[in-house]
């Protein structure tokens, strides 16, 4: 069998493939179809320090090829999450990637700093492209500066692990990454959702504005991981638009030392499973002893 | 819950844009609760995401649905010819709570399209219910013509069969007959179900099935939410803690 | 019949859809096929004060619906375009968009001071998405700060109305479009590609780097369109994945006073044609006697 | 040049992943070129640009294309059946000069898949040439069976059948009882057109078929181009200026 095994943060996870945030639930509704204890990790969906009950319907709609959520990060709370659904992962043995934000500095800080320290948290993985309520609702994401001191203070309240999810909404990924390296981010999560908007000419309006999914974000992903990782030296965790095992393959040979799948599951609930097993099969058909060997790889 | 290969063995026009598609699937399906749905994959490429439908009918290896042409992914339904294989998730969701207290008359309110959401409940529930079907014209009629044995009350709102005028105006009439031992399943559109609120009391048992987009149909995305009056938590995932709810508590 | 006429810098221009930069040659390519002067102006490929010979092949890459190029600004120069192809356009009469750009400010404004103002042409594009050579391959469209120096300078040098073609790889477009505005642009043309890369998985390697286009630019467009709309009170040209006439139509109710064509022109060669066709049906089926209409009708 | 509606009237597999795809035009087509291509509309919405294809042959009412299966495009084009209508746009560039001096013996030499496009050239052109095919191996020699009458010279790489070796090097023997009164036409992999550049004298006429990326294959996005010996120019567009180039103009 190929080794797919990848060390991120000093844990060995058992393959380099999870789910992306806000695209698996609380990790307890897959239950019905399949274990996801077969994945590297599960990452949560985006917590904050007190729930938030997210936007008003509709919250998805569909574009060519691809989808616009705008679900508003609704969600219950770090406590109710411990709470209720930590024990499914204790259950499973499964490591668990902390997906949080806030709508200011301060909830970021309060939030990380109240997860405690767990043998399954790999890391905290802050999405920074939360919009910041007191700062006219711009994401913390799209300045360098904004980022290296959100995650800068982050660091000082944590010892888990951060990684920080970048916005590609911005004027260079790399510089971004940059900030959160110089600040101490431990890893980066690349990439979340793009904006756009839906105009529906029959009622003439805007019925959703929201961030896009799907296969469409695949070479901006790619790009990003890229030129990243020439830049940064810290593992990179590459999302966006991985619909089967050929993209995440590419992920890797870009630079991702582990790949995260959200809208793919919505077309075929069995799209992770699926990558794993075919990456480890196209590991061994190559000659190739780990998935290690892949990382990275591209020529330029 | 399973995601079936299902392979079309019949895609029927039945009137207007209304058709009935029956699936062969490659796996016994079990213990299915009216008013249960499934994702389908539209076998078209040009359609990205599942498409939920109401369960309409279903035996161990057979599964169909009743579908109206809304857009684009259901045109291309329209459109699939026997013997094409798709991925059909399910069965998804709560249904209807058919266990009501044995002094309780069922009474099936249904709009137009609606009639597919309720029509395995019609099948399945064990005491006679009384059935209010509401629909544009007399073509539409056609929908229940499996139900003809059954007492069925009908509104047509061009007045070309039965009532004229809306269902929920047809069921008021016979609704102070009723008192309030009657238990009330509903489907359609969410004006129907505001308009039926308005009508009845509060202590009337009343389960509604709502619609809204979804993503992924098992509760994974969020995306699927109608407000309740829940002050704690009040969007409710339709696919997961629905799509049937209680009329009292969601907010219309 | 529908009025498609609109104005653009006190043209009248006899419907509001073109062609986008480079999707249509020089123009004369489109000859054998359906005659261009249909269309409401012709816009140039990118030009620049000298020819130059842009990037080595590959220069495209399917991705999934869409695609990726790197044509690297392949042109004559203005002296041959003007020369070759300008007696064309004469003999039909059709109003023409210089798109232009430089490697350096200089490039920019020596190119613009120049081009002579002509009766058929309508405006000069500015393509902002091009990268500053001297400032280390970084376009210039990025900042707001270069935006306006460079927009002010182009203003000063010709009397022709300027429009600035903004790039979506930015942390703010409506930023950009303000810098543009402030420094006197008379319009906006949105949006140009998003960078991305393609990675070879079976060659390892990474074939090409470019501009994305096609029909997932759409929701990034028309939130471009609807929000610099909002802030800046000059006509925008809509660009980015229009593939027909519904298309079209959203982004006109976005706020597009025009509209341009690019790839869908390749898979379909009549598709502008086909789109002005249609939203003349659209105009009259609905009831409304102009394309100004419904040019941004939508509510928010 | 137009964008015709084609309806597929016979999609045949020949051997391996070579395939025959003929195409009823639903509008006459004239004047073509040997060497000239079409654009196709692969029917299935996976593949979102046209692919390009030499007119293997034509009439006036029907199109034939010869093909490889080489990625997702021709894979699905080879599934496509009987009766399915697409666009095809065409022709497209600019074919072989086929107006040669009268002394000069016409030599054509086609690698593999390159035989489609040198295929309608053998038909039209009006001195009988000498036909030098190269292939992998055996099987391969089937994509010639209608040339059977004609003279071929065969090369496959195995050895399978005929000469054993690349298609150049068997040309190569029989290059110098040419001397140098031949024009060569040839078509197949950048490869090959390297070898024989590197084996013919200055003075041999030779016109080869270039392939490259398309996005629109005709003059739009100057996406296809190769690099020739125009210090001015150097960057042609295959679809064109090309297909079809003179040896001693391009650099390879
Ligand atoms: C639980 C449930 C049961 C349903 N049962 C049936 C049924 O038995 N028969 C039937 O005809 N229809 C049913 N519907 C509605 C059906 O899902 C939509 O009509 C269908 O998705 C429209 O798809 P489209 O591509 O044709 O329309 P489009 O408008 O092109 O769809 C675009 C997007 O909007 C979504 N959408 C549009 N209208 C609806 C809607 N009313 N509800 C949910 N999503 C929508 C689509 O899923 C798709 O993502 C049900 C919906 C739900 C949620
Ligand atoms: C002028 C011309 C004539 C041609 N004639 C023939 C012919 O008669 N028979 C035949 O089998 N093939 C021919 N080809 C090559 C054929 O176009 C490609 O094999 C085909 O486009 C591959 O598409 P795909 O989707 O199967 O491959 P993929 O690799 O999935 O294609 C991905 C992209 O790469 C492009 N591409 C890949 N390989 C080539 C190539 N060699 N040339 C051009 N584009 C390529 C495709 O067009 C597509 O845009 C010709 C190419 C050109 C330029
Ligand atoms: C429905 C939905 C909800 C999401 N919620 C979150 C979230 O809470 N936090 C976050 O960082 N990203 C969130 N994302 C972004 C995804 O994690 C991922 O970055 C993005 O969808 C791109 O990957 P994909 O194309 O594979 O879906 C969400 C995406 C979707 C579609
Ligand atoms: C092949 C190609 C060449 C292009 N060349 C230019 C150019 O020279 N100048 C420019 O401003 N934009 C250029 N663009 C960008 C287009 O004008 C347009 O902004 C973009 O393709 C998005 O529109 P679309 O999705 O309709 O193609 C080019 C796009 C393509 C595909
Ligand atoms: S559709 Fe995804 S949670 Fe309901
Ligand atoms: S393919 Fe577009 S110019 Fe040749």
Not at chain 1, 61 to 71: D, L, P, T
Not at chain 1, 259 to 283: L, M, S
């Amino acid at each position: 069998m190929a080794d797919l095994t990848v060390e991120l943060f000093g844990k060995t996870l058992k393959n380099p493939v999870m789910n992306a945030s806000g695209t698996m639930g609380y990790g307890v509704e897959m239950e019905p179809l399949w274990d996801i204890k077969n994945m590297g990790a599960y990452v949560t969906k985006g917590l904050s320090l007190k729930p938030h009950h997210g936007n008003p319907p509709p919250r998805i709609w569909e574009e060519r090829h691809g989808m616009i959520n705008s679900i508003g990060l609704h969600n219950i709370g770090i406590d109710a999450f411990f709470n209720n659904f930590m024990p499914f992962f204790e259950k499973k043995e499964l490591p668990v990637i902390i997906n949080f934000f806030g709508f200011s500095e301060e909830e970021y800080i309060e939030c990380a700093r109240q997860i405690k320290p767990h043998r399954l948290i790999v890391c905290l993985e802050a999405n920074l492209s939360c919009p910041n309520i007191k700062a006219g609702g711009i994401s913390f994401g799209k300045e360098p500066e904004n980022v290296y001191r959100l995650v800068k203070k982050i660091k000082s309240v944590t010892e888990i692990p951060v990684i920080a999810k970048l916005t590609p909404e911005v004027k260079n990924i790399s510089d971004i990454a940059m900030a959160a390296y110089d600040a101490g981010a431990d890893g980066l999560t690349l990439i979340n959702t793009i904006p756009g908007i839906y105009v529906d000419i029959d009622n003439k309006n805007i019925p959703i504005k929201g961030g896009l999914s799907g296969p469409f974000l695949k070479p901006i992903a790619l790009k990003a991981i890229k030129e990243c990782s020439e830049r940064v030296p810290i593992p990179i965790i590459g999302v966006g638009g991985i619909m089967d095992w050929k993209d995440a393959v590419a992920f890797f040979m870009a630079g991702a030392r582990a790949v995260q799948v959200g809208t793919a599951t919505f077309v075929d609930p069995f799209t992770i499973p699926k990558i794993i097993e075919n990456i480890g099969e196209f590991i061994n058909s190559k000659g190739y002893s780990s998935i290690k060997d892949i990382i990275g790889v591209v020529n330029t | 819950m399973r995601d079936f290969e299902g392979e079309v063995i019949k895609n029927e026009h039945i009137t207007k844009d209304f058709f009935i598609i029956e699936f062969r699937l490659q796996k016994p399906i079990y213990a299915i609760e009216p008013g249960q749905f499934v994702m389908v994959k539209i076998p078209d490429e040009r359609v990205f995401l599942r498409r939920p439908f109401s369960i309409y009918d279903c035996n161990k290896n057979s599964l169909s649905i009743m579908y109206r042409i809304k857009g684009e992914g259901t045109h291309y339904l329209s459109k699939t010819p026997k013997g094409i294989k798709t991925q059909i998730l399910g069965p998804l969701g709560k249904g209807f709570n058919i266990n009501f207290e044995d002094h309780l008359k069922p009474v099936i309110i249904a709009g137009g399209i609606g009639i597919a959401g309720v029509h395995l409940l019609i099948k399945k529930i064990k005491k006679t219910p009384d059935i209010f079907y509401g629909c544009s014209d007399e073509k539409e009629v056609k929908l229940i013509e499996d139900l003809k044995a059954k007492h069925v009350y009908i509104a047509t709102m061009d007045g070309s069969f039965g009532f004229k005028g809306d269902v929920i105006s047809l069921f008021e009439r016979h609704l102070k007959h009723y008192q309030s031992s009657i238990c009330i399943y509903a489907c359609g559109p969410e004006a129907m179900f505001k308009s039926l609120k308005e009508k009845i009391k509060p202590e009337i048992k009343c389960e509604v099935l709502l619609e809204e987009r979804m993503a992924c149909g098992m509760g994974l995305c969020f995306g699927c939410v109608k407000k309740t009056l829940d002050e704690k938590e009040p969007y409710k995932r339709v696919c997961k803690e629905g799509p049937v709810f209680d009329i009292w508590q969601i907010s219309l």
